[in-house]
């Protein structure tokens, strides 16, 4: 027995000195990873871009990224802000040469594309070059690398150029299977988010939506390419429209690319253009590190640095959730309290809300719209809108003075639903599983998944759902300065691109980022200003508790599901939309 207790100490003895251990190290990897030492760019350097992994509205605050440590994720992840910021401050950097685009996926949404790509155009205008190289070009990447001065592809490589497809996966087929009964709560002809539980295919409203709202996008990704090849546009939809594009080869022919080279024959005509011979290695810097670099600057910022007017920028990304949320969710506490901060801060004369949002709970962004229309009362407030500014996502953007979007943003969806699942037949006939109880008033156990709806209670759902439509279109008609009647004739759950909301007055002007932050400037009219961001970024400390173990399974589920994991995160939100009344965008949508 002695000889089991000592052994069992001398375990929990070194338990606790490799946890010590551990702690330590973690400890001196952050604080060494967190380090603000600058980068030295060698002259004649190329800036190389590759994006691999989705491209989040701000940089993440992980001094462990690229790293494979404790299960924690490895991937390294640069936000749009430091992608632009990055691209503008290599403009002017005499060291800086010329920019290198590589193989990228670019799985983010079409507005983030055009943001980028803009950048790169404003970037040739210092007379530095770009090179794009892919062994795959996805329709996405071709949007961004037209840009460059040469295109380059691998000989044996990919090139998609088919024209733009959206479908929608229907599950009233295996609910039926399951048993499973969803009831609807919905306004608006066009809010197809319910669709997918109770039909098995499009409806003609939906249909007719899809078809608008793609075509447009697909003009515009037309319209873009034309410009950058000097291809007739025309010609390019015929080249994909009959299928022409099949090989490397077919590309080149209609001069959608430079040539068809190996990396190593790029990397030679790099090591020409920027001075080097074949025996030297190539000067670059990869994007995350340029931000360390020691010219770095920011383009959001006005020349007179020193200016102690600020304009602040409050991210807005992710769905829309009660409670406090993230850099990845929008939280309605966590963003009304930076709202309101920003508001009552004397040096703030100024703000920008970024909106990247497909929508979510109705409840959580009447919540932030509040703010914002208070906000409107004392200083300027500009929204600038990303890839989505959807149902809750526009909701939170209507008080605005103003609001900005790219011409491929998707936005409007102004409508409510609710859906509540009938599982009896489940319980019932396939589980075996009853219920009984005692209920103390009729509507006592309003929502109860076990049996199906009353008609009493059917009409009540209604009745919240249409008061929350009616606040809604309220809401926007206020503040587009419209009648509610014509909100609601395109409102109705329509989704419309960016381009398309100009026209019927949902946004104002086509413009990115900082067009919006110019607008906030002149409105509150400052000269000088600095650019503050909110909600202030969590500490790598406080996100990692707690955060190691969802990391591992968010990991395993990714490495095991590949491109299905989407799938799985629609298919858990089901359960989110089931506890409140939803502002949120029938679909997610994917153009690769």
Known sequence: MKQFFKFVLATIVGVILITVIMVFVVIGIVVAASSDKEVDVESNSVLHMAFTTPITERT???PLAGLSFLGLNSDKSTGLNDILANIKKAKTDVNIKGIFLDESYMSSGQATTEEIRNALLDFKKSGKFIIAYSEVYTQGFYYLASVADKVYMNPK????FNG????VTFLKGALDKLGVEVQIIKVG???SAVEPFFLTKMSDPNRLQVTSYLGSLYDHFLIGISKSRGINKDSLFNYANNGRVQFPEDAVRFKLLDG???KDEILDEIRKRTGKTSKENIASVDLDEYTKSKSDTQPQQNDDSSSKNSIAIVYASGDITGGEGDDNTIGSERIS???RKVRLDSKIKAVVLRVNSPGGSSLASDVIWREVALTKKVKPIIVSMGDYAASGGYYISCAADSIFAEPNTITGSIGIFAILPNMQKLLNDKLGVTFDGVKTGKYADLGDISRPLTPEERAILQNNVNHGYDDFTKAVAAGRGKTQAYINSI?????WTGSQAVTIGLVDRLGNINDAIASAAKKAKLKGYNVVSYPEQKSFLKQLDGSVTDQMR??????????NYRVYEQVKGITQMMRTPQARLPYEIVIK
Do not use: H
């Open 554 to 563: 968010t990991k395993m589920m990714k490495s095991e599901l590949g491109e």
């Open 491 to 495: 409102g109705q759950g329509r989704v």
């Open 157 to 160: 490589g990919i090139f998609e």
């Open 260 to 262: 068809l080279k190996y």
């Open 189 to 191: 002809t066009y809010k």
């Open 337 to 339: 309290k930076a709202i």
């Open 164 to 167: 733009f497809n959206q479908q």
């Open 60 to 62: 993440p605050n992980n």
